[in-house]
């Protein structure tokens, strides 16, 4: 039974790694009306969201473009960096809502407790270019930061959305997906040329987990063995 449930998980695995391209391309072929470009993209894991940036490592500039789709009109979204940890507190934001006129407000928010109403305020660095737009169910907060970056490049990132009561911010939910908007981003990567940040992490991890198993290849070849004799049994049905 142990045995199966290996086999399972290395197949799973390798299905991940097949599959990997084909699921990185979603941010990747967007494009913009504005014809804006950007190095780097991630599709982030959650809240159908993704990130679009540029690293500038000579002026320490940031160029994003944060955009969450399959948004109603009632809804408010936030992006942030976090300078001091990994989680809520602390966290420098970037805050829109689309407003009954049509148009967008967008504004910073530094994020000092959990009990915070995203008030309006200057974050701990600096920003320009701030810019959303909403349309077809889709926000998109643009802006340039000039974020403090050590620890080999790496920020801590943070995204979230809620509802809107009038053009008041309700608290997000507390389960689900809406605790598990966060991550880290390696910007030096992208200005390096190395590609996306998240994505190429998360690569370098299954390879280093399948490097470190030895019944990986011994996975692969029955894998091999079952696709081989499925295509037999196939070509016999077609005999008939």
Not at 62 to 74: E, G, V
Not at 108 to 121: A, H, K, V
Not at 140 to 148: H, K
Request: charged residues 10%; contains cysteine; neutral net charge.
């Amino acid at each position: 039974m142990a045995k199966s449930s290996d086999l399972l998980l290395y197949l799973s695995v390798f299905f991940f790694i097949i599959t990997k391209p084909a699921l990185a391309q979603t941010c990747s072929n967007y494009k913009f009306s504005s014809n804006t470009l950007f190095e780097s993209c991630n599709d982030l894991p959650v809240l159908d969201s993704c990130l679009h940036y540029t690293y500038n490592s000579s002026s320490g500039n940031l160029q994003i473009a944060y955009r969450h789709t399959r948004l109603t009109s009632r809804k408010w979204v936030a992006w942030a960096v976090n300078p001091t940890s990994t989680g809520m507190v602390g966290a420098q934001a970037i805050v829109a809502y689309p407003q009954p006129d049509g148009s967008v407000r967008v504004y910073t928010s530094p994020i000092r407790s959990y009990q915070t109403s995203l008030q309006e305020g200057d974050l701990s660095f600096n920003v320009s270019e701030l810019s959303a737009t909403y349309q077809n169910n889709e926000m998109i907060i643009f802006a340039t930061l000039n974020v403090p970056v050590s620890n080999g490049g790496n920020i801590n990132i943070v995204w979230q959305d809620g509802s809107l009561s009038g053009n008041n911010l309700l608290p997000h939910p507390t389960s689900g997906n809406n605790i598990r908007s966060v991550s880290i981003l390696n910007i030096l990567s992208a200005a390096s040329g190395g590609g996306a940040g998240l994505s190429a992490q998360l690569g370098l991890q299954v390879s280093s987990w399948v490097e470190n198993q030895s019944g990986f290849s011994l996975a692969l070849t029955v894998l091999s063995v079952s696709i081989s004799t499925a295509l037999q049994q196939f070509k016999c049905l077609l005999c008939f």
